[in-house]
DNA sequence: GCTTGCACCTACAGCGGCTAGAGGATGTAC
DNA sequence: GTACATCCTCTAGCCGCTGTAGGTGCAAGC
């Protein structure tokens, strides 16, 4: 049987994490000491693991929650996860070239800055012209 | 003078997220209609798309803060906004890393997954067992 | 058995950067 | 003068945690 603090160790979870996983209903309720501290067995220490990889992974909670849900039905076909597998990498791809070009323009912003006074300053002057851009970047976020 | 509406439509932002900033202190108090509406002139036009430019580019609220104080003193050394914007360079170069990273895992857990049954499902498997990973990818977020 | 001191408990607030909604006032075109 | 879009303030919610306050449990050393 593991406290919290063991769990929150084996699986790189900050305690606090695990007991919101638990309010959202991504882990269950555990069981309780005498004194109502939780105590933990196998089951959610593979189970946190998951999760916690598939965090990494960038996968969102509800993402998560659905690969869980999945994992239940052992019978059932390996389509769905694969589509929301599919779905992530696609996700990833696209935050990808968003910060391409993103890194694009920054590349050129701080290559042109003279080093002058502020008044010339590219960096400024490209913050203010949009025009001066290369790309579009439209999109703000993730 | 610019109502709050028609400075959203030209610079493209939202009505609500105008008042935030000015709730923030990043967009100044506008003056106001007898009705008590908010109208706006140029200059707040201006700084609006500065800072709707720079959030593009991915700079946090804060950056743009300094890089807005910056600009009120022209005659200033560049040095600061520079430093500023290779900094927002290294943070988005980090991210494009990691993001390769996790292309790299999803896309060979996508390309593993032979449409059988959940049991054998490579992408349940590779997310339970970390040891199956090519990369760390330590990190969550971002 | 008693104290020390860490780990645990609940409950709630806060982060960034908005976004949405309620319920009402204003402004403008016909 | 009336219809209707737009504006106002205020408050709460989103994601995925993280931190704090104020209190209790537990295990080890004496």
Redesign the pocket.
């Known amino acids: 049987m ?7 160790k084996k699986t790189g ?9 638990e309010q959202i209903g991504l882990m269950p309720e ?1 069981g ?8 933990y067995g196998l089951d959610e220490l593979d189970r946190l693991s998951f ?1 916690r990889h598939a ?1 990494q992974l960038g ?5 998560i929650r659905e690969l869980l849900d999945l994992s239940d039905h052992p019978e059932k076909s390996c389509a769905e996860a694969d589509a929301i597998a599919r779905r992530q990498l696609k996700q990833v791809e696209q935050r990808l070239a968003r910060l391409e070009a993103l890194r694009t323009e920054l590349k050129r912003m701080v290559r042109e800055c003279s080093g002058g006074q502020m008044s010339d300053c590219r960096v400024l002057e490209v913050l203010r012209d949009h025009s001066e851009c290369l790309t579009d970047h439209q999109e ?2 993730a």
Chains 1, 2 share one sequence.
């Open positions: 593991l406290t919290i603090g063991t769990l929150a979870t900050k305690v606090q994490t695990i007991r919101y996983y555990p309780r000491s005498q004194g109502g501290q939780r105590r999760v965090r996968f969102s909670l509800d993402a703000i976020g």
